[in-house]
């Protein structure tokens, strides 16, 4: 006991290592954040090849190990690619998580070398201020994927496989071990999401049963899973089940104290089923807001299933547009109208590559959790999955040039506009149904500026699939075009709200999102855009709450 408890208190300091104080983390909220990952990673391997040397216990389990994650290493070419596949960010996650401990760091700290060691190996991590990813990491991965497959109907066999759309030639060359599939099923039973949950914990029973001899994985047996598939079963009502899978347990261990208990339970609540009418299988609740009309419309606008009519199309049109700019008359705007009333267009090629390149990388080690309500009162959610920073002028003349295409292609001013909104979105990345404008009437959060008048929506790279701008009301999807621009008012005419402009961002199914806003305000637009003489008040009302 004396030997465990230093062993386990050792690895407690070894991980308090990869947790140093630093202003990064939250790894799973965006892409941009997963790529110092694999730098740490492939430091580690560099740095365990050197104590291995001295090693003598368990050493051909680790260097297998660490062939594993060096052969991960091998083709990084292109992270932005490589992390836009939502398994390979997962499963990077996990390997921080728990794989190192229990396949390097349990079997190997326990030696005479570990006080040298520990202090060169804290004293370089130190140096470049990483913060380790966390059990908290663990699970926003895990509820990324599960929006992915709540939104796009995905099968939890096939994507385990990598295998995205059925017939979709975009699979994601890389496939969940039992113990990927154990994770997400133990963390989405945690959450109660029982039916998804048993799934993959089903998943990774099928694959632990026909695992080939060698390969590792940490921590998992039969055991360990039917722990929680059988809570599972009994979650969504399927007790008998349950009871089976329960004595599955017993089977293996006839002193599980956890198996005995529910024993009892189970056959006690059978007995009471027996006597009674059958129990109702519970269906899975929905949440306030997945409740609303304006949730349901926009999973069926990303999904594909709704969309705009011909009819409704048959007035929109593409043309090239100076917009009365001299310049322009020689390299005018490509225009592509989405949707008339409200306005919603598209203009395309706004932004170079190197422009492109620039506005990330200067955003690039900046990025911070994305927040949701005004700045006084706003805070981290689900609903908004993305880290995003702010690009301000000032600092920042090189975007002088952008600053006057934006004011060219939108005929407005930026004396009231914000700076822009750098934003990258993670794994299963999304923004839930919301309004740009603010709702409150009395709010005045903005002054003298008024409230956001019009949308300008770079987008700065292509997204292999998902990630769309939907807006719900107008049954419209708007899928990311690298180094086009996507405008629409938020206010009607007369500058009151148009609740039709209700807009979210679709999860990114595979690859990266990255988009940069602008908000143009009402304050200073009086000669730009004059407003309306007939008040729009209270128009689409009955849309505010759906």
């Not at 079963?233 to 198996?259: M, P, Q, T, V, Y």
Request: glycine residues 6%.
């Amino acid at each position: 006991m004396e030997l465990r408890a230093v062993k386990m208190c050792r690895l407690g300091v070894v991980f308090s290592v990869l947790c140093i104080i630093s202003v990064n983390g939250d790894y799973y909220s965006a892409i941009s954040e997963l790529e110092r990952l694999l730098d740490v990673e492939a430091f580690i391997v560099e740095k365990f090849d050197k104590y291995l040397e001295r090693a003598q216990q368990d050493q051909e389990n680790i260097k297998r190990f660490l062939k594993q994650v060096e052969d991960l290493q091998i083709d990084r070419d292109d992270l932005e690619d490589y992390f836009g596949n939502p398994l390979n960010a997962f499963t990077t996650i996990r390997r921080l998580v728990h794989d190192w401990k229990f396949n390097v760091f349990d079997p190997v700290f326990d030696t005479s070398n570990f006080e040298t060691y520990k202090s060169a190996l804290s004293e370089s991590l130190e140096k470049v201020k990483f913060k380790g990813p966390t059990q908290e990491d663990l699970h926003g991965a895990t509820r990324g994927l599960l929006r992915l497959q709540n939104i796009y109907h995905l099968h939890t066999d096939q994507l385990a496989n990598g295998v995205l759309l059925p017939g979709d030639k975009n699979e994601l060359d890389t496939s969940l071990s039992a113990s990927d599939c154990f994770e997400l099923g133990k963390n989405l039973c945690q959450i109660k999401e029982y039916s998804y949950g048993s799934e993959w914990l089903l998943e990774a029973r099928k694959r632990l049963h026909g695992m080939p001899l060698g390969f590792i994985s940490p921590n998992v047996s039969d055991v360990q899973i039917l722990e929680h598939l059988s809570p599972a079963f009994n979650g969504l009502g399927n007790l008998k089940l349950a009871h089976k899978l329960n004595n599955e347990i017993l089977d293996k261990e006839s002193d599980h104290e956890e198996a005995l208990k529910n024993k009892i339970l189970y056959e006690s609540q059978l007995a009471k089923e027996r006597s009674l009418r059958p129990r109702k299988v519970e269906l899975p609740k929905l949440t306030e807001r997945e409740q609303k009309e304006s949730f349901q419309l926009y999973k069926r606008v990303c999904q594909g299933e709704l969309r705009q009519s011909p009819r409704e199309q048959r007035n929109l049109k593409c043309w090239l547009s100076h917009q009365g700019v001299p310049y322009h008359r020689l390299s005018p705007f490509k225009v592509e109208q989405l949707n008339l009333d409200p306005y919603v267009a598209y203009v395309h090629e706004v932004l170079r590559d190197s422009e492109m390149e620039l506005i990330m990388e200067n955003g690039k080690g900046q990025m911070e959790r994305s927040k949701v309500g005004q700045s006084e009162n706003s805070t981290t959610t689900e609903i908004r999955t993305s880290q995003n920073t702010w690009l301000w002028y000032d600092a920042n003349p090189w975007l002088s040039k952008i600053k006057q295409r934006l004011e060219d292609v939108t005929g407005l001013s930026t004396e009231s506009a914000e700076p822009l909104q750098l934003v990258n979105y993670g794994i299963g990345g999304q923004y839930e149904p919301h309004f740009d404008f603010v709702e409150n009437d009395n709010s005045s959060v903005f002054g003298w500026k008024g409230n956001r008048l019009l949308t300008a929506l770079f987008y700065l790279n292509d997204v292999p699939l998902g990630g769309a701008t939907a807006f719900p009301f107008l049954r419209l999807a708007v899928p990311p075009v690298k180094g086009s621009l996507l405008i629409w008012y938020n206010l009607h005419r007369s500058t009151h709200k148009d609740f039709r402009t209700k807009h979210a961002g679709c999860p990114v199914l595979k690859g990266s999102k990255w988009i940069c806003n602008e908000w143009f305000h009402v304050g200073a637009q009086e000669f730009k855009r004059p407003c309306g003489l007939i008040s729009d008040e209270g128009k689409f009302l009955d849309l505010k709450h759906k």
